[in-house]
């Protein structure tokens, strides 16, 4: 199965993935429009900076996902087959468990719509919107090593 | 064949019992619950009552999953006695049964302060499904409601009342909400939240009486004051349950005390979940941490010893999170020390007017608590931080920095990265 | 190939564009797609790199950064963007404006022997205006002209000269708001002073000071080099041409001007006329040689020599790619960098001509205005020996050419209206008064690949004289309307509404005027006051039912124009993505709603060419309405 993977040194902060993400998460697809609204779709990744390189930081969707046990609401579950944490927003009561559990700090709390922000791998797309929207090609897409 | 009996149904049974099966397809496991409802995330009881999640969102594992994996599973009959000498059970029914391996995860009850009245009608706990399917029934009739304790189990169950148009006061015996998770400082955003939300908080008093002939009216306070009210939830906390190892060789404090193995101290007797008093990486002692994922985590390591694999478990740590009216909290490991403690060292940063109030607690260079409001991202990498013990004098300046993240912690923790994920 | 159809309507260019991939050459629609995504801050005009603090970005999201290091904000941040490009565009026509008086200076004293006035009556009404004896001699009055122009562009005090051709009302507004220009220089300095860190921290003062810097261009360097182009190179009569990229000649030796400034193209033309030169043409194997522009440069020699045009902005790369081109000689302004690489791909010649842009490498041909026929000589004969060098195989000119018709200045609408002898705006403005004619309407600008090429100015264009609009264009906005046919009388017929092709048919018009280049937008601030001066239109810019539009722009000029046509009282509307002020709510608000309430005029901002047509004609209404004209004859 395919998983992000990173080329630290290409990563210059631009935030593009962010943009993208939040984007190809939004009911509007567009920045001018997305930025205006009350509960703006929020990017699931965020860009950190750490000694002198730019790290993108989002769900590493781990073979154990500490935030699946935490889960005290059935939302999250692990797919073996998909190699993904799946989350169900029908089921998800934004308790933040997750969030309090995540090794990565990946997992941020949406407080507006009370869902946790978390990589989906653009779920139903090829491949997730941040991989083309990153300039310098510093973000890959390809089978888990 | 092997016996595998497991005492109790939530988080940490079920949790045992699938790790049991991933290795052990042919054991015979007995699931025994003394609730009449099927395994359920008792966490969303409170979501359940407020009309925020459906009653078939409260479902755990399904009929089928039982039937899956060859699982007895007994409902409605409690245990009341552990006979380890005999290995076996005696049910209420008087009925026994044996094990090869027990795992006792009965959880825990509410505490009922002993005050005259309180065996009233309309007067609840707030922990089982039955306990909020009853507080439903009167809510048509019901117009306020008193709830004894400002612990999370109190403002849940006052956020669930007041979603229902209850009108509600909470009466809290210590000067601030939560007093178990949080500091002074970081419980008044909590109670600004609450009273801007409707609810009455009452603070440094305390229940002495529940007044009404039958059915109930009033509560009376050590103030002499007394408060109207036809729906009492208590909430002051819970103790384990553990009556069925009592008068046995079974060590017993808070909780059932277990080893790193989760043992008991008779090898053929586990427990895990909120019964459990495991150790404490905090505080470097035995604790009782009642939480669902803790229990999640315990069940699984305990089951798998019950299947022979001898693994350790690293320990727990008290924590919790909560979601109220907007406002995110975030307590881990300790999250008060007396003023002025010389081993004790805090980083803090506060915005009042964005709600944003967040503490460190380190000692000698390692991280031992946080208190997160407002702002809770990176809980999980402080967690982590507590958990593997990691030495960060070279990082504390950086802890609560706006861009603060797993990167800045990545050269410290014990795990190689090739590419970075 | 349904993707080269969404990248242009034009014919020729999607054909120029199947050759460039067939050919693997890239243009600026393919580097488009490799800049995706653009960066969001940068639209939104939320990345500050004013001080070497930053650069800091503020997150539109909400979730992070709300303040630069400095701790200025979204608006701060936003507006000080934006009025930095008002200076730049500013500065770039005015510029442009400096150089002509620079050539009028040196006629004065007789060191451009190649130019001479060639519109005496323009001179003369000019010197008039400005209070200067004619009884002199011609290059006495151009020297007191050229001394007092220069002069505008130092002034420190006081205001400049042409804003006094406004209506009387106008001018006290731009007074009571302090806007009113003061130096050319001096606004576009000031301007800029108060955008570096920790000056003007008020987006609204920003923006004051950036209309007031607008209107210096405005009012100012453009309409002072639309004048004095007109004095020294004839002023435009309605002439007839061709255009779009077949308008290249297969046989010929094909001269591309391409640019801004007139002042060399003109000696281009007269150049290749030159028998010494078609006779070395022939020796070379051409049948003669064939000028034709891109851009401005273009708008400009056609509209005095009707001098074909090979396309607008976004053909300039597909000229080169024709095969056909052996030299394309440049100025200034709208040049893109790629042209460097594309013409290294052909046997074309790219020739630099002005000391302020230049090309690493690429051959460099001063031009100075003392020797001005022997470097526009010097640069044909170049292309003349290039034709050797062509690649026959590798030609192919799309066959799409449309007649047209430019040289449409304030003077002529006057003369085509009322008649040469009676120049007059009256029966204009009884047009709009009984309702044969809606209103009126500017379309201007540029191409932008992030939209399909010419289908914002056409579409637009065409809904508007639909609607008994009349329109009048400028810049790479009326050679797209040209190449879709809408500027010969004959399409007044097939796409106006009854009441302009009742006007287009008495006069013989199109029903989209075409006035130049985009400097000679101040041909359409001129206009409008005569229109205010002849009367029964009410006393200010603003009453007119008129609108502006730059459906497809990118350059900072644009946003430099759109600033002085709405800081003189016109609602204009911008297209393709808007101003990089989205992510500041209080600076949108601001330039789209709040201005109109003092300035009159104010932007607003819309992707899609019918609504934005919907949006003018409400507007025209509205104005009607205000003016309580008749109703409309024919809607």
């Not at chain 2, 990498?381 to 802890?399: A, G, H, M, Q, T």
């Not at chain 3, 005496?120 to 050229?146: R, V, W």
């Amino acid at each position: 199965m395919k998983q992000l993977y990173y080329e630290v040194k290409k990563c210059l902060g631009c935030k593009s993935c962010e943009f993208a993400c939040a984007l190809t998460h939004s009911l509007t697809g567009e920045l001018f429009k997305e930025i205006n609204k009350e509960d703006p779709s929020l990017p699931r990744k965020k860009v950190l900076f750490s000694k002198g390189n730019n790290y993108p930081v989002s769900c590493r969707h781990c073979r154990e996902p500490k935030c699946v046990d935490a889960c005290m609401a059935g939302a999250l579950t692990y797919d073996k087959e998909k190699g993904m944490v799946l989350h169900d927003e029908s089921s998800c009561v934004g308790c933040w468990m997750c969030v309090m559990v995540c090794p990565y700090g990946a997992i941020r709390p949406n407080i507006k719509t009370k869902l946790p922000l978390r990589c989906d791998k653009c779920k139903d797309k090829d491949e997730p919107a941040c991989v083309s929207a990153c300039p310098t090609g510093a973000v890959i897409w390809k089978e888990e090593a | 064949m092997k016996q595998l009996v497991v005492i109790g149904n939530s988080a940490a049974g079920i949790s045992a019992v699938e790790a049991i099966r991933k290795v052990d397809k042919t054991s015979k496991i007995i699931v025994i619950s003394d609730e009449d409802y099927p395994s359920y995330y008792r966490c969303l009881i409170s979501y359940y009552l407020a009309g925020q999640v459906r009653e078939e969102k409260l479902l755990y594992r399904s009929e089928s999953f039982y039937k899956e994996n060859n699982i007895e599973l007994r409902l409605n009959r409690k245990v009341m006695r552990v006979e380890p000498k005999r290995n076996r059970i005696i049910l209420e029914d008087k009925s026994q049964l044996s094990y090869d391996s027990l795992l006792i995860a009965t959880g825990a009850s509410p505490k009922f302060p002993h005050l005259a009245g309180i065996k009233k009608r309309n007067v609840f706990g707030f922990r089982t499904i039955k306990d909020v399917k009853e507080i439903e029934k009167i809510l048509p009739v019901a117009k306020n409601a008193c709830i004894l304790g400002g612990g999370l189990i109190g403002l849940k169950a006052a956020y669930a009342l007041k979603k229902r148009n209850i009108e509600v006061k909470l009466i809290v015996k210590s000067k601030q909400v939560l007093s178990q998770m949080l500091d002074y400082k970081a419980a008044g955003f909590v109670q600004k939240k609450i009273e801007e939300n409707g609810i009455e908080l009452i603070f440094g008093q305390d229940a002495v009486e529940i007044i009404g002939d039958g059915e109930l009216k009033a509560i009376k306070l050590d103030s002499g004051k007394v408060i109207g009210c036809s729906l009492v939830i208590v909430a002051k906390g819970v103790s384990p349950n553990t009556d069925l190892v009592k008068d046995t060789p079974i060590n017993v404090r808070e909780g059932i005390i277990a080893n790193e193995f989760l043992q008991t101290n008779i090898p053929n007797i586990y427990t895990a979940g909120d019964v459990c008093e495991g150790f404490d990486l905090v505080l470097n002692a035995p604790s009782v941490n009642a939480l669902w994922p803790i229990a999640v985590e315990q069940g699984r390591v305990a089951g798998q010893n019950m299947t022979g694999q001898g693994l350790k478990y690293q320990g727990s740590l008290g924590m919790n999170s909560l979601e109220f009216f907007g406002l995110a909290v975030v307590s881990l490991g300790i999250f008060k020390i007396k003023e002025d403690d010389p081993n004790f060292e805090e980083i803090k940063f506060l915005d009042e007017k964005q709600n944003i109030y967040k503490k460190l607690i380190l000692k000698d260079n390692y991280l031992v608590g946080a208190v997160l409001v407002g702002d809770i991202r990176n809980s999980g990498v402080f967690l982590r931080l507590i958990r593997e013990r990691i030495n960060i004098s070279s990082l504390k300046d950086k802890l609560l920095n706006e861009n603060f993240g797993y990167p800045e912690i990545m050269d410290l923790v014990n795990q190689k990265e090739n590419l970075y994920v | 190939m349904a993707d080269i159809q969404a990248k242009s309507i034009d014919l020729a260019s999607q054909e120029a564009l199947r050759k460039a991939r067939e050919e693997s050459i890239k243009t600026s629609w393919d580097r488009l797609e490799v800049q995706k995504p653009q960066c969001g801050f940068g639209q939104l005009g939320l990345c500050c790199t004013v001080c070497n603090m930053g650069p800091c970005r503020i997150d539109p999201f909400g979730e992070g950064a709300q303040e630069g290091v400095c701790g200025a904000n979204a608006d701060t941040i936003a507006a000080r963007n934006l009025v930095r490009k008002i200076a730049v565009g500013a500065s770039a026509h005015s510029d442009h404006g400096r150089d002509v008086v620079h050539t009028l200076a040196l006629f004065s004293e007789g060191h451009a022997h190649d130019y001479d006035i060639l519109d005496l009556e323009k001179f003369k009404s000019l010197a008039e205006e400005l209070g200067i004896d004619t009884n002199k001699s011609k290059e006495e009055i151009a020297k007191e002209l050229a001394k007092r122009f220069f002069a505008e562009f130092g002034k420190q005090e006081g205001e400049l000269l042409f804003l006094k051709r406004a209506p009387k009302k106008r001018q006290q507004i731009w007074k009571k708001l302090g806007i009113s220009p003061r130096g050319i220089d001096r606004e576009i300095v000031e301007l800029l002073h108060t955008t570096t860190m920790g000056v003007d921290n008020d987006y609204k003062n920003l923006i004051n000071t950036g209309l007031r810097c607008a209107l210096s261009d405005g009012w100012g360097g453009s309409m002072i080099a639309t004048d004095l182009q007109d004095i020294i190179l004839g002023s435009p009569q309605p002439v007839r041409g061709k255009v779009n990229l077949g308008v290249l000649k297969e046989n010929y030796v094909n001269i591309v001007v391409h640019g801004h400034e007139p002042i060399l193209s003109e000696m281009a033309v007269k150049a290749s006329q030159d028998p010494e030169l078609l006779r070395l043409a022939r020796e070379n194997g051409a049948e003669g040689i064939n000028l034709a522009g891109i851009c401005c440069t273009a708008n400009e020699v056609l509209m005095r020599h009707g001098i074909p045009v090979a396309g607008n902005f976004l053909q300039q790369e597909l000229a080169i790619i024709t095969g056909a081109v052996e030299v394309m000689m440049v100025d200034v302004q709208c040049i893109m960098p790629a042209l460097q690489n594309i013409a290294s791909c052909y046997h074309t010649k790219l020739v630099t001509t002005n000391p302020k842009a230049r090309f690493p490498g690429v051959l460099h041909v001063e031009f100075q205005p003392e020797r001005a026929y022997q470097v526009a000589k010097q640069i044909i004969r170049l292309g003349i020996e290039n034709f050797v060098n062509r690649n026959k195989e590798r030609v192919n000119i799309p066959k799409y050419e449309m007649d047209l018709v430019a040289g449409f200045t304030k003077e002529v609408i006057f003369q085509i209206l009322g008649g040469r002898y009676r120049a007059t705006y009256k029966p204009l403005n009884e047009a709009i008064i009984s309702g044969r004619l809606r209103g009126l309407a500017g379309i201007v600008g540029c191409n932008n690949p992030k939209q399909t090429h010419d289908y914002f100015h056409t579409t637009l264009v065409k809904e508007l004289i639909k609607n008994d609009i009349l329109v009048l264009q400028t810049g790479c906005s009326a050679i797209a309307c040209a190449k879709q046919g809408l500027l010969i009388p004959e399409a007044a017929k097939e796409y106006a509404g009854k009441g302009l092709q009742e006007i287009c048919e008495a006069v013989g018009i199109p029903p989209v005027l075409h006035l130049g280049s985009c400097v000679d937008n101040s041909r359409i601030l001129t206009a409008a006051s005569c229109i205010i001066q002849e009367g029964g239109l009410g006393e200010d810019l603003s009453d007119i039912p008129a609108a502006g539009a730059a459906p497809e722009w990118m350059s900072e000029k644009a946003i430099t124009i759109g600033f002085y046509f709405v800081a003189s009282g016109v609602y204009t509307v911008f297209g393709a993505s808007p101003f990089a002020v989205l992510g500041s709510k209080n600076l949108t608000n601001y330039l789209t709603k709040d201005l109109e309430s003092f300035v009159g005029g104010r932007f607003e901002f819309c992707d899609d060419p019918l609504q934005m047509a919907t949006l003018m004609i409400e507007h025209i209404d509205r104005k009607r309405k205000a003016l309580h004209l008749r109703p409309l004859m024919y809607q």
